[in-house]
């Protein structure tokens, strides 16, 4: 009898300690920057459901902005020409409102994670034009009227500009030929058109920082306002490396398009520390190749998977830090800073631009607790400008 109550004890205690919320020792981020800017986290429908009750309790200490990562792409909403499926973002929208979270919309216009028949009639030949128009008007009816009042803020198009800053001939802009304007002024107007006063319309993208996307996106802006339609930001989506992009690119993005009036968010944060990363969506088909599946590579491309050496560790704090010390000289121009997941074990990173690897680009390792770049990112408005 004893025996076993010492052992029940014993699980009692073991259960106990792995229970507890693993509170970050150094503070909290939104409480850091509450007169700076919001602080986002993208999530997935996992965390919406509540079954890591230890990662929801940390997602809501540290963050007051929720991104969807992947529920609200038209794949998900609306994955065949007869099937909607807005459970998940249901779920997502109610959980944000909840805890009293602005709540983004991600994604209405964009080239991939749209399935074909977006573009495609039944048959599989091309829709034509006056057919695209209204796929894409119906879309957007659908979707932002669903989500009418629900969400604060739309990204309504995403990465429609080329690095060198024309449009990227993909996805609608493929479909619709043409240079690309015309599938974004309709995205802006549909949206405009169909959501309640109040909502946000954004424009999203990836390696802004480049002068010459730059430039293309401050053009796209600038012809969307122009023709009286309502742009109140655009997104930098800050996929970055321990070493790029320089801090002169990053500051002259954020006040270029500041300059237009628009609001500024860094949407999609992480920092990769794995070699031969840069913004994965750009080099990194090639790096999907199986050949770097092989033995040979691994050691060289997937070097910490057991774990993050102390010196890469020191790096990562002394990145971040680097990177919230421009965010926070340029907090009069931002209105959010949004991490691209809670945790390195949710971090897309892992499996791009090579699947399988271990990476490590977040504030909060897997197990929860926070690297150093926590402290480090904490500390910056502590010590001022
Ligand atoms: C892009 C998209 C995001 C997400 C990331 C990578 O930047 O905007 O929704 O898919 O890629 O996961």
Request: charged letters at 25%.
């Amino acid at each position: 009898m004893k025996t076993k109550v010492l052992f029940l004890l014993a699980i009692a205690v073991v259960l106990s300690v792995s229970c507890e919320s693993p509170e970050p020792e150094a503070g909290s981020l939104k409480e850091a920057y509450s007169g700076s800017f919001k602080m986002g986290c993208a999530i997935s429908p996992f965390m919406v459901s509540g079954r890591n009750p230890q990662a929801v309790d940390l997602l809501l200490s540290q963050f007051n902005a929720l991104s969807p990562d992947n529920c609200m792409k038209p794949e998900s909403l609306h994955p065949g020409p007869e099937v909607w499926n807005f459970g998940p973002a249901d779920a997502y929208v109610q959980f944000g409102k909840e805890h009293g979270m602005f709540v983004l919309g991600h994604t209405l216009c964009w080239h991939n994670q749209t399935p074909s028949f977006f573009w495609e009639r039944p048959d599989g030949t091309p829709k034509s034009r006056a057919e695209l128009v209204e796929t894409l008007r119906s879309y957007i009816e659908t979707v932002v009227t669903h989500f009418a009042g629900k969400v604060d803020a739309w990204d309504v198009v995403n990465e429609i500009v080329a690095e060198d800053g024309g449009f990227r001939d993909l996805g609608w802009v493929k479909a619709f030929g043409g240079d690309g304007y015309e599938v974004a002024k309709l995205a802006f107007q549909f949206a405009n058109e169909y959501a309640p006063e109040g909502t946000e319309f954004y424009y999203n993208e990836f390696n802004v920082w480049r002068p010459s996307k730059l430039e293309g996106v401050v053009n796209l802006v600038r012809r969307l306002r122009a023709d009286g339609l309502k742009v109140d930001g655009v997104g930098i989506q800050a996929h970055w490396g321990l070493n790029y992009p320089k801090t002169e690119y990053i500051e002259s993005a954020i006040e270029q398009l500041a300059d237009l009036g628009v609001k500024v968010m860094i949407t999609e944060l992480d920092v990769d520390v794995l070699p031969i990363s840069k913004e994965g969506q750009v080099i990194g088909k090639s790096l999907q190749d199986p050949q770097y599946q092989l033995e040979e590579f691994e050691e060289f491309l997937d070097p910490y998977k057991d774990g993050l050496p102390e010196e890469v560790e020191d790096q990562l704090a002394a990145r971040y830090e680097e990177l919230f010390k421009i965010f926070y000289n340029h907090r009069d121009q931002i209105d959010r800073v949004t991490f691209w997941g809670l945790h390195d074990g949710a971090s897309w990173k892992n499996g791009s631009p090579i699947p399988g690897r271990t990476n490590y680009p977040l504030l909060f390792k897997r197990d929860l607790t926070p690297h150093k770049a926590l402290e480090a990112v904490l500390s910056v408005p502590v010590k001022g400008e």
